[in-house]
């Protein structure tokens, strides 16, 4: 069962501009969104879109290009698939207060052709297990990627890897720091 009740039970949308709590779909492709968002703490956020919903993951150090860095991902609450457009400042004493920039975006695919007839059920399967392999298409992250759950006592815990494709790099695809959609860095956004 997919929920979105804790997203909005953290959330007061007569304050924030968050977008509410709703279940929708992608008409064509799968999307993903990966968000620059300065918090207590400043990290990234990845979204795939998934049974209507965004899965979400806290990414501290931000993705990476080379496939020998291993990223902790930690698991977050489903967000609603609206959020994929969410730019803007979450206004203090809110939850997640802080600037938002989408800093990449696009749609993605599985890695794996077999279960392709029925993409969602794939991934929603390989989800459960703990291991998902994708392919992005982003403006700035492109090529096959996996994220694998860790069997720590640390609920929730997954860690994103790049794979060795074509896409591959050890230049730091973290300069890249401004809006794929607004082309605003987070500091110009905050003014």
Do not use: C
Request: aromatic letters at 8%; a negative charge; hydrophobic letters at 35%.
């Amino acid at each position: 069962m997919i929920s979105l009740n804790k997203y909005n039970q953290k959330r007061n949308f007569n304050v924030t501009a968050e977008p509410e709590g709703a279940i929708k779909k992608s008409i064509t492709e799968l999307v993903f969104v990966m968000q620059k968002h300065a918090a207590s703490h400043l990290h990234y956020d990845f979204r795939l879109e998934m049974d209507g919903v965004l899965k979400s993951w806290v990414i501290p150090k931000g993705p990476s290009m080379n496939p020998t860095d291993k990223r902790l991902a930690i698991m977050v609450e489903d967000h609603p698939y609206d959020y994929k457009d969410f730019e803007g400042i979450i206004p203090e004493g809110n939850y997640g207060a802080g600037t938002v920039i989408i800093w990449d975006n696009g749609s993605y695919t599985l890695a794996d052709k077999e279960g392709a007839d029925n993409i969602e059920k794939k991934l929603k399967s390989d989800l459960k297990e703990g291991h998902l392999s994708f392919i992005l298409n982003g403006k700035k992250l492109k090529g096959e990627f996996a994220l694998v759950e860790l069997k720590t006592k640390e609920e929730n815990t997954w860690l994103l890897i790049k794979k060795n494709d074509q896409y591959a790099s050890d230049e730091d695809v973290l300069e890249q720091d401004k809006s794929v959609i607004s082309n605003r860095t987070l500091e110009s956004l905050e003014k």
